[in-house]
């Protein structure tokens, strides 16, 4: 039984389906061809080597329901993109500043597609969003905000036991300034994002993934940088069943400056896969990549920060700091920093340490009358905060 809701849903079998555009359509055909060329996750793709990519087909799910959480529950911002199965919800205040738009009303000028060359062997799960997706917006910032100090959250509300394929296309125009917290809680969330960050513009964006135990989340992030833009990331993982998060920056002018923050708490069997990969196409640009991750019971954590300076791209800072604590003799973290340097007139570092809480530090704690569990938790908390970068 099929009927017609309004002009962007219809009902078929007693379900509700989503009606997107048709130039979208068009590029949902082209992924469904290009997958037949694509692989699924397995182990011997690099990005998944230390992972259970056969996770993503488990059948068991927490709700938040279960749980007791809800995605609006946890902000206080003062606007929220909410995205649902029903499509897009605004809450609070829109500046006139921001610009919204529902995929299924996207125009073709608002789509950036995803610059797959990070993600070779990736590509599959790329290209099932493509062919898949029902959920996302567009999201446009003007010059008029600069100066603003709006806190702009996007919240991903799913909680059902099905996969959700989300894209959302952000565009902060010259000069612009953006405020924008990103809230997942529960769910199974395939999501593509593309940022076009403009000339000078300022973006701020954390992102806070605390999963419930049975969720999960697949999510690529392409930024492009252009002149003198500045970009600063914040990412809080923990728990669910299995996060995998692939980011990749693309500077595409001089001048413009990235940095980005990840503490990454896998615990019990959850397994984080936290990846970044840096391009330096052209010169006198900086970035700098922060990882502070904890694993614990049987959890797993994969880290991996690459930059590529490409031949010409003189006057390129990149630095990579990549650390990590085992808080049990089960956990494993996988710990790799990577530079590619094509030309002389760079300043590249790296560094990566796997290790454990410090004994004498826990010594002298306790010898101020601290006890172990909380001694042990001061160092964590002291050690995380060197990744809060915003």
Same mark, same amino acid.
């Not at 003007?142 to 509300?157: A, C, R, V």
């Given at each position: ?23 979208? /359509? ?16 397995? *182990? ?49 205040? #829109? ?13 073709? $000028? ?6 797959? *060359? ?27 905000? #600069? ?16 996969? /959700? ?11 612009? #300034? ?14 593509? #994002? ?42 809080? *993982?923990?728990?669910?069943?299995? /996060? ?75 630095? /990579? ?45 306790? $010898? ?23």
């Amino acid at each position: 039984m099929v009927g017609l809701i309004n002009d962007w849903q219809v009902v078929i079998d007693g379900q509700r389906h989503r009606i997107l555009p048709d130039w979208l /359509q068009q590029q949902k055909a082209k992924a469904w061809v290009a997958l037949e060329n694509h692989q699924s996750p397995n *182990r011997k793709m690099e990005s998944w080597r230390y992972t259970d990519a056969s996770l993503l087909l488990s059948e068991r799910l927490a709700t938040r329901e279960q749980n007791g959480i809800s995605g609006t529950q946890t902000t206080d911002a003062d606007c929220c993109i909410v995205l649902t199965n029903e499509g897009v919800e605004v809450v609070g205040n #829109q500046p006139d500043w921001l610009n919204i738009t529902d995929i299924q009303s996207m125009s073709p $000028s608002q789509y950036q597609p995803i610059d797959v *060359r990070s993600l070779p062997q990736e590509q599959g799960l790329v290209a099932l969003n493509q062919a898949l997706v029902t959920c996302g917006c567009a999201i446009e910032v003007s010059s008029e905000s #600069q100066g603003t100090d709006l806190m702009i959250d996007l919240i991903y509300d799913f909680s059902d036991n099905n996969w /959700q394929f989300v894209q959302n296309h952000i565009k902060v125009a010259k000069h612009g #300034q953006l405020k924008l917290r990103e809230i997942v809680v529960g769910g199974r969330i395939n999501s593509c #994002q593309s940022w076009l960050v403009g000339q000078q513009a300022d973006v701020v964006k954390i992102a806070c993934s605390k999963l419930v135990a049975d969720a999960m989340l697949v999510m690529y992030n392409q930024y492009q940088l252009q002149e003198r833009a500045q970009m600063r990331c914040m990412h809080q *993982r923990s728990g669910g069943m299995l /996060q995998h998060h692939n980011q990749q920056v693309i500077f595409i002018a001089e001048y413009a400056n990235y940095l980005s923050g990840s503490i990454n708490k896998s615990l019990e069997n959850s397994q984080i896969n936290d990846i970044i990969n840096v391009f330096h196409d052209v010169k006198n640009n900086e970035s700098k990549v922060i990882h502070r991750s904890i694993a614990d019971d049987h959890a797993r954590v994969f880290n991996n920060a690459k930059a590529i300076i490409a031949q010409g791209a003189d006057g390129s800072l990149v630095a /990579q700091d990549l650390k990590n604590i085992l808080l049990s003799d089960d956990a494993k973290i996988f710990s790799k920093p990577e530079l590619e340097v094509y030309t002389d007139e760079v300043v590249a570092a790296h560094g990566s340490t796997i290790g454990s809480l410090d004994e004498q530090s826990l010594f002298y704690l306790q $010898s101020r009358g601290i006890p172990m569990k909380e001694a042990r938790e001061i160092m964590i908390e002291s050690f995380i905060a060197e990744a809060e970068v915003c």
